[in-house]
Each structure stands twice: as structure tokens, then as C-alpha cells.
């Protein structure tokens, strides 16, 4: 059976590692299950450097090397793709995720070293790929959902993988394989909440994919239903993601009972008392279901024992439970009053919305299919049932503009939100990536692998795709948003008018629907 | 010795988990660094680039 190492590259470097990556963990319990010899190196959890990798990769003769990641993790990629080609003359270097996915090509041109890639979902590729390695006569543009390299070097893309059906067939994480105790518990506390922050045995999990909303800044990993293969005026195939007109999506999801007995045995195992939901929207997942998928849920985990339950301090206040709280992501126009006080009940502690936006005119844009008004109504309606509201906003978005930031200033005095927010960023795989490709080129000197390396928290800045504010306008704001300094704005109005020759009393933006696609640079 | 690797069988070699040799110079540097701002400002002296001729 096939020798198989994962490596799991380095991602946020300026935070200490706090997340198994889920869908290796579940890769390489797959390839357990089907009899291959695994091992795993978490890069991301130990941070240690060359010289370990480079151990690593001689510790066996592995048949195979396997990574992926999201698209931040490139350098860390790079880097280790160059050392495994070096250490591992004849091993198969495969890589997903992300990264891979949505810029097939340029990833294989850019990371010569990698034999396959695979696209998308790799539940079945993978263990179809070690299978062929078994067997010893490769051939991948026989499995669907590769990317390979012909003898004289073209690119080659099988058909594209289909998504599975039955996802309770899947083993659960080999969460075994990663270290625990040794780094991912001591970094359990998440930030979000008063239970999220006592948190001392933590994991994730992953109970649905896809997401039923279109909003043009996100990506889906091509595992949501959001990838399609087309064939471009060359003759040449290649993935598309959400681009205008055209969105697709693919709503999946665990079994209420796969998903509580899948936290039982995490906690009955590790002893975890919170547990954060991976999932892009869980409210997608519990409109689909016509509003049975979280009850059911929530119910589950009264019945498995998990309902936290409190020892307090001398205060009064919250020391430790016994139990498991949890959280996850909501949607502004998904989410309702009573599913929200079920959840609370069940022990979930807070819950992630993209507000994005307090200004009418940019949610608009966004997609998403919220308004200011419904953000404000889910706000309240997560605050009365006592679970935290996690309030993402984002600025720099196309047609963001002077009201717009001070909209966004006056709702979070009101609503008592302290944020800094992300600035809007192009990721690959989102329609924004591909409406704005030749600006985000032009803005990196026509060198995308540049851009790739420059990416990292959204809450830095790297190709802007506002028309009317550029990088430096865009940081210089959002310092003054947080200052809520409307002085130093107002006046930087009168400036930025002038500037662009906007005379008095006229609108006060660059943005116009037709120039979609053209950011200021 | 904690390994570095984890998986369902012994590899051929094992890579444990040598502690991590950070020094003095590197501990304040990086201590700093997450401070930085104001009156906190500092030399990271191994990124000197400066040619005395210049
Ligand atoms: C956990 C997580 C993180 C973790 C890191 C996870 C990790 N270890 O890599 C943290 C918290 C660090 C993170 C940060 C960010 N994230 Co994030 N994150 C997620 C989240 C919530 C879950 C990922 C997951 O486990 N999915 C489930 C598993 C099963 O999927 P998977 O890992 O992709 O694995 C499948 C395939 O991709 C593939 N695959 C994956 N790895 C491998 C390896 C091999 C060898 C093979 C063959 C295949 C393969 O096979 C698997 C099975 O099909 C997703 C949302 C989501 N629900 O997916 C967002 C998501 C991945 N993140 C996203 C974003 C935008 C970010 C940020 C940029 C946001 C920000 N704050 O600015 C930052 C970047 C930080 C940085 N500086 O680099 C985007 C997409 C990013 C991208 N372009 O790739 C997502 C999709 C959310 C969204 N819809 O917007 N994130």
C-alpha cells in the first residue's frame, strides 16, 4: 500500500496555530480507512524550520507527498515543494485545496515541482490517485478532477471530479494525527465571546459545504456547487467560479445525527468543551432543511448529554462547564428568532455575520441579499437570545464611498460595534477576482504570482477594488473610522473632490455601473 | 522526546521535536516588534545593510 505523507503548510504566521486542517484530517483518515501507510506533518502547528522539514522528508521513502491549503498558504507551499522535489527525488507531489483550485494552471506552472493537482473535492481523487499509485501504471488524466502534466510538459485537466452524496459515509477527522495536546488545545480560546474565551479544549468541525448566497468577494473552494468547467476561445478547459449571470451552488449537508454523535465522540475522546462550526452558513443549511436541520441539532445535543453545565466563581461569573458550547456563522436574512433562542439554549455562544456594510447603496453591490436594515434586525434578534453577534464589516468595496464610511461610523456608534474592519479583497475564485483580473494585474505590475504572495488577512491590504479610493486613501480612512474622526474626513472630502475635479454639491463618487471592473489604481 | 510526525506506523526514521533555540537578541527583537509603536522602536541588527562607504 502506499506510503503517504501530508504536510500541512504554514498559514497566518502572526497568530499561533488554532485550526486541525479539516479536510486533510479527513484525507488522511480516508486513506487509513482504505489500508495506505500515513503519516502526517503539521508545518503549520509545530512552526519549526527547513531544517525540520527537510528531516521529515527523509524520515521514509514516501510514495507519496501530498499538501494543500487555502490560497494564503502559497509561500509556505512554495517553500515546501521545493524542498520535497529536492529530499524526494521520486515521490509524487500532490496538491489541493484552495489554493490549487481556483488557478489550476498557474499554480503547475508557478510550483514546477507538483506531478498532480488535484481540483476540487478530493474525497474520492485522492484515494483513486494512491490507488493507481498501487497499482504502478499512473495515468491521471484518468481520474476526474486532476490536473497533470503531459510528456511535453502541457497541462492536462481530467473531467471535472462530481461532488459525493453521501457525505455520512465519511470517517470522521483523524484528528490522532495532529498534535493536540501539544499546540492546538493550548490555543483553544477563541476571541469571540465570553465562553469562547474560557475555551480550553477546542475543536472544529465541518458539518455542511455550500452556502446559498451570492456574495462577490467569496470563494467557495470549488466544493460548494460554485465550480464549472469551460472551455476557453483556445480550446483550453479550465474551472470557473462565480462570475456575473452565472452562479451556481451545491447545498450539502451531514446528518444532525453524523454531526452530534461526530462532537460525543470528540468529546468523549479528547474531553473538548467548545466546538467551532466550520460550515460557511449554517442558516443555509437550516432553510434548506425547511428549519429542521439546527432544531434537530440542538435537539441531539440535549440528548447526548452535551448542554454545558456551569461551575461559577466567587462573582457569580462563568469559571468552567462540563459540556460542549460552540458557535459557528448566521446570516442576516437566514436566521429567526426562535432558531436563534434553540441554539442559545443548546450552549452555542456566538455567531458570525458578515454585515459588511451599514450603507444601502454599497449591500447593493455586495450581493448577499442583506440591507442594513436586516442586519440591524438580526443584530437584536442574536443579542436577545444571548448569543454574541460577531459584526464582520468590510470597507473598500467598488463603489464605497464618503457616506458610505460615515453610514458605517454611525451605525457602530449606535449599535455599540467595535470593529476594524477588512478591507475588500479580490481572492482568487470570487467574482471579484475575475471582474477585476486586469486591474488587480495592472496593480502588480501584470505579475499575478505576486499578488498570490502579497495575500494574507483581508484585514491587510494588497489590490484594491474600490473606484473611488486607492490603497493609501483605503488604510488612511479606516484609521480615522476607527478614530471616528468625521473632522480629518469631512476635510479629506473637500480634498479628494478637488482632486478629481467633482464640483460642489455634485455626487460625490467616481463609481458608475458600466465601469465595473475598474478600481482605482 | 515528542516526534513531529504522527501517523498508523513507525517511519524509518524519527524526527523529534528539538526545543526551540531562540536567542536573547531574537527573544527581544520579536518582543518589541509586537509592541512597536511610539517610544518602542528598535535595531533588528541582523538585517543591517548598511556599507560603511556609504
Ligand atoms: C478553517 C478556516 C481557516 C483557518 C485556516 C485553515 C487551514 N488550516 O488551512 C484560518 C482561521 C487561519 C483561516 C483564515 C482565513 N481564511 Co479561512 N476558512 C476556514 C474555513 C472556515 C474552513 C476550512 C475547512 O476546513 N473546510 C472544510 C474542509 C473539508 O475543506 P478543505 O479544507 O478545503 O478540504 C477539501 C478540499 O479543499 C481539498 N483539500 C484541502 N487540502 C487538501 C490537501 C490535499 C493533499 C488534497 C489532495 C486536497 C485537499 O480536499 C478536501 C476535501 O474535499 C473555510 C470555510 C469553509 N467552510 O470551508 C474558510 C475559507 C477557506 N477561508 C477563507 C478566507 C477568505 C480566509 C481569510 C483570507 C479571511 C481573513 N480573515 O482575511 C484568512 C486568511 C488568513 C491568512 N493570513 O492566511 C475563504 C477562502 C480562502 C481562499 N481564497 O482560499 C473560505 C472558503 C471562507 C469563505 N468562503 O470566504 N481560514
Same mark, same amino acid.
Given at each position: 500500500?502506499?506510503?503517504?505523507?501530508?504536510?500541512?503548510?504554514?498559514?497566518?504566521?502572526?497568530?499561533?496555530?488554532? +485550526?486541525?486542517?479539516?479536510?486533510?484530517?479527513?484525507?488522511?483518515?480516508?486513506?487509513?480507512?482504505?489500508?495506505?501507510?500515513?503519516?502526517?506533518?503539521?508545518?503549520?502547528?509545530?512552526?519549526?524550520?527547513?531544517?525540520?522539514?527537510?528531516?521529515?522528508?527523509?524520515?521514509?521513502?514516501?510514495?507519496?507527498?501530498?499538501?494543500?491549503?487555502?490560497?494564503?498558504?502559497?509561500?509556505?507551499?512554495?517553500?515546501?515543494?521545493?524542498?520535497?522535489?529536492?529530499?524526494?527525488?521520486?515521490?509524487?507531489?500532490?496538491?489541493?485545496?484552495?489554493?490549487?483550485?481556483?488557478?489550476?494552471?498557474?499554480?503547475?506552472?508557478?510550483?514546477?515541482?507538483?506531478?498532480?493537482?488535484?481540483?476540487?473535492?478530493?474525497?474520492?481523487?485522492?484515494?483513486?490517485?494512491?490507488?493507481?499509485?498501487?497499482?504502478?501504471?499512473?495515468?491521471?488524466?484518468?481520474?476526474?478532477?486532476?490536473?497533470?502534466?503531459?510528456?511535453?510538459?502541457?497541462?492536462?485537466?481530467?473531467?471535472?471530479?462530481?461532488?459525493?452524496?453521501?457525505?455520512?459515509?465519511?470517517?470522521?477527522?483523524?484528528? !490522532?494525527?495532529?498534535?493536540?495536546?501539544?499546540?492546538?488545545?493550548?490555543? &483553544?480560546?477563541?476571541?469571540?465571546?465570553?465562553?469562547?474565551?474560557?475555551?480550553?479544549?477546542?475543536? !472544529?468541525?465541518?458539518?455542511?459545504?455550500?452556502?446559498?448566497?451570492?456574495?462577490?468577494?467569496?470563494? +467557495?473552494?470549488?466544493?460548494?456547487?460554485?465550480?464549472?468547467?469551460?472551455? !476557453?476561445?483556445?480550446?483550453?478547459?479550465?474551472?470557473?467560479?462565480?462570475?456575473?449571470?452565472?452562479?451556481?451552488?451545491?447545498?450539502?449537508?451531514?446528518?444532525?445525527?453524523?454531526?452530534?454523535?461526530?462532537?460525543?465522540?470528540?468529546?468523549?475522546?479528547?474531553?473538548?468543551?467548545?466546538?467551532?462550526?466550520?460550515?460557511?452558513?449554517?442558516?443555509?443549511?437550516?432553510?434548506?432543511?425547511?428549519?429542521?436541520?439546527?432544531?434537530?441539532?440542538? $435537539?441531539?445535543?440535549?440528548?447526548?448529554?452535551?448542554? @454545558?453545565?456551569?461551575?461559577?466563581?466567587?462573582?457569580?461569573?462563568?469559571?468552567?462547564?462540563?459540556?460542549?458550547?460552540?458557535?459557528?456563522?448566521? +446570516?442576516?436574512?437566514?436566521?429567526?428568532?426562535?432558531?436563534?433562542?434553540?441554539? $442559545? /439554549?443548546?450552549?452555542?455562544?456566538?455567531?458570525?455575520?458578515?454585515?459588511?456594510?451599514?450603507?444601502?447603496?454599497?449591500?447593493?453591490?455586495?450581493?448577499?441579499?442583506?440591507? @442594513?436594515?436586516?442586519?440591524?434586525?438580526?443584530?437584536?434578534?442574536?443579542?436577545?437570545?444571548?448569543? $454574541?453577534?460577531?459584526?464582520?464589516?468590510?470597507?473598500?468595496? @467598488?463603489?464605497?464611498?464618503?457616506?458610505?464610511?460615515?453610514?458605517?461610523?454611525?451605525?457602530?456608534?449606535?449599535?455599540?460595534?467595535?470593529? /476594524?474592519?477588512?478591507?475588500?479583497?479580490?481572492?482568487?475564485? &470570487?467574482?471579484?477576482?475575475?471582474?477585476? $483580473?486586469?486591474?488587480?494585474? /495592472?496593480?502588480? !505590475?501584470?505579475?499575478?504570482?505576486?499578488?498570490?504572495?502579497?495575500?494574507?488577512?483581508?484585514?491587510?491590504?494588497?489590490?484594491?477594488?474600490? +473606484?473611488?479610493? %486607492?490603497?493609501?486613501?483605503?488604510?488612511?480612512?479606516?484609521?480615522?473610522?476607527?478614530?471616528?474622526?468625521?473632522?480629518?474626513?469631512?476635510?479629506?472630502? /473637500?480634498?479628494?473632490?478637488? %482632486?478629481?475635479?467633482?464640483?460642489?454639491?455634485?455626487?460625490?463618487?467616481?463609481?458608475?455601473? &458600466?465601469?465595473?471592473?475598474?478600481?482605482?489604481? | 522526546?515528542?516526534?513531529?510526525?504522527?501517523?498508523?506506523?513507525?517511519?524509518?526514521?524519527?524526527?523529534?521535536?528539538?526545543?526551540?533555540?531562540?536567542?536573547?537578541?531574537?527573544?527581544?527583537?520579536?518582543?518589541?516588534?509586537?509592541?512597536?509603536?511610539?517610544?518602542?522602536?528598535?535595531?533588528?541588527?541582523?538585517?543591517?545593510?548598511?556599507?560603511?562607504?556609504?
Amino acid at each position: 500500500m502506499a506510503k503517504i505523507l501530508f504536510i500541512n503548510p504554514v498559514v497566518r504566521e502572526e497568530d499561533v496555530p488554532r +485550526h486541525v486542517p479539516y479536510g486533510i484530517a479527513l484525507l488522511a483518515a480516508i486513506a487509513m480507512d482504505r489500508g495506505h501507510l500515513v503519516q502526517v506533518y503539521d508545518a503549520n502547528a509545530w512552526r519549526r524550520g527547513e531544517d525540520v522539514l527537510r528531516a521529515v522528508l527523509r524520515a521514509d521513502d514516501w510514495d507519496v507527498v501530498a499538501l494543500g491549503g487555502i490560497t494564503t498558504t502559497y509561500n509556505s507551499i512554495k517553500r515546501i515543494v521545493t524542498a520535497a522535489r529536492d529530499e524526494c527525488p521520486s515521490s509524487l507531489i500532490v496538491l489541493g485545496g484552495g489554493i490549487l483550485t481556483s488557478l489550476p494552471r498557474e499554480m503547475m506552472t508557478w510550483l514546477p515541482q507538483v506531478d498532480v493537482g488535484v481540483i476540487g473535492e478530493a474525497f474520492e481523487t485522492l484515494p483513486e490517485i494512491l490507488g493507481m499509485v498501487d497499482a504502478g501504471q499512473p495515468d491521471w488524466t484518468r481520474v476526474a478532477g486532476t490536473v497533470s502534466r503531459s510528456p511535453d510538459g502541457t497541462l492536462v485537466l481530467s473531467p471535472q471530479r462530481a461532488l459525493i452524496d453521501d457525505l455520512d459515509g465519511l470517517p470522521y477527522p483523524a484528528w !490522532d494525527l495532529f498534535p493536540l495536546e501539544e499546540v492546538y488545545f493550548k490555543n &483553544s480560546d477563541v476571541l469571540y465571546s465570553e465562553e469562547g474565551m474560557l475555551a480550553t479544549r477546542r475543536l !472544529d468541525i465541518n458539518a455542511s459545504y455550500g452556502c446559498s448566497l451570492i456574495c462577490r468577494f467569496c470563494y +467557495h473552494l470549488g466544493i460548494a456547487g460554485d465550480m464549472r468547467y469551460e472551455t !476557453d476561445d483556445k480550446g483550453n478547459v479550465n474551472p470557473a467560479f462565480d462570475k456575473p449571470g452565472t452562479y451556481t451552488r451545491t447545498i450539502r449537508y451531514h446528518s444532525p445525527e453524523y454531526v452530534v454523535t461526530l462532537v460525543k465522540h470528540a468529546y468523549d475522546t479528547y474531553g473538548i468543551n467548545f466546538v467551532t462550526f466550520l460550515d460557511e452558513n449554517l442558516m443555509t443549511m437550516d432553510q434548506h432543511s425547511g428549519r429542521t436541520w439546527l432544531k434537530e441539532i440542538c $435537539r441531539l445535543w440535549h440528548e447526548f448529554g452535551l448542554m @454545558p453545565t456551569y461551575e461559577y466563581d466567587d462573582n457569580g461569573d462563568i469559571k468552567s462547564w462540563t459540556g460542549v458550547h460552540w458557535s459557528g456563522t448566521s +446570516h442576516a436574512t437566514l436566521c429567526n428568532p426562535e432558531i436563534l433562542k434553540t441554539m $442559545r /439554549k443548546a450552549g452555542c455562544s456566538h455567531l458570525v455575520y458578515g454585515y459588511e456594510s451599514f450603507a444601502p447603496h454599497v449591500m447593493k453591490t455586495i450581493g448577499k441579499g442583506a440591507s @442594513p436594515a436586516s442586519n440591524i434586525r438580526s443584530f437584536f434578534w442574536t443579542l436577545e437570545s444571548g448569543i $454574541r453577534p460577531i459584526p464582520n464589516q468590510i470597507i473598500g468595496f @467598488p463603489n464605497e464611498d464618503f457616506e458610505s464610511i460615515r453610514l458605517n461610523m454611525e451605525a457602530w456608534k449606535k449599535l455599540g460595534i467595535v470593529v /476594524k474592519p477588512h478591507f475588500a479583497t479580490p481572492y482568487p475564485g &470570487s467574482e471579484w477576482f475575475t471582474v477585476y $483580473r486586469k486591474s488587480i494585474l /495592472k496593480q502588480y !505590475d501584470g505579475d499575478l504570482e505576486a499578488f498570490i504572495l502579497d495575500l494574507g488577512d483581508a484585514s491587510a491590504i494588497s489590490a484594491v477594488i474600490s +473606484h473611488n479610493f %486607492n490603497a493609501i486613501e483605503l488604510i488612511g480612512l479606516r484609521e480615522m473610522m476607527l478614530k471616528d474622526d468625521t473632522r480629518m474626513i469631512d476635510a479629506y472630502e /473637500k480634498i479628494w473632490c478637488e %482632486n478629481h475635479g467633482i464640483p460642489e454639491g455634485a455626487p460625490a463618487t467616481l463609481y458608475t455601473k &458600466s465601469d465595473y471592473g475598474h478600481a482605482a489604481e | 522526546m515528542t516526534s513531529v510526525l504522527k501517523g498508523n506506523f513507525t517511519p524509518k526514521k524519527t524526527v523529534d521535536l528539538e526545543p526551540e533555540k531562540k536567542d536573547l537578541e531574537t527573544r527581544f527583537e520579536n518582543a518589541a516588534l509586537k509592541r512597536l509603536g511610539g517610544s518602542i522602536a528598535f535595531v533588528a541588527k541582523k538585517k543591517i545593510k548598511w556599507d560603511a562607504d556609504e
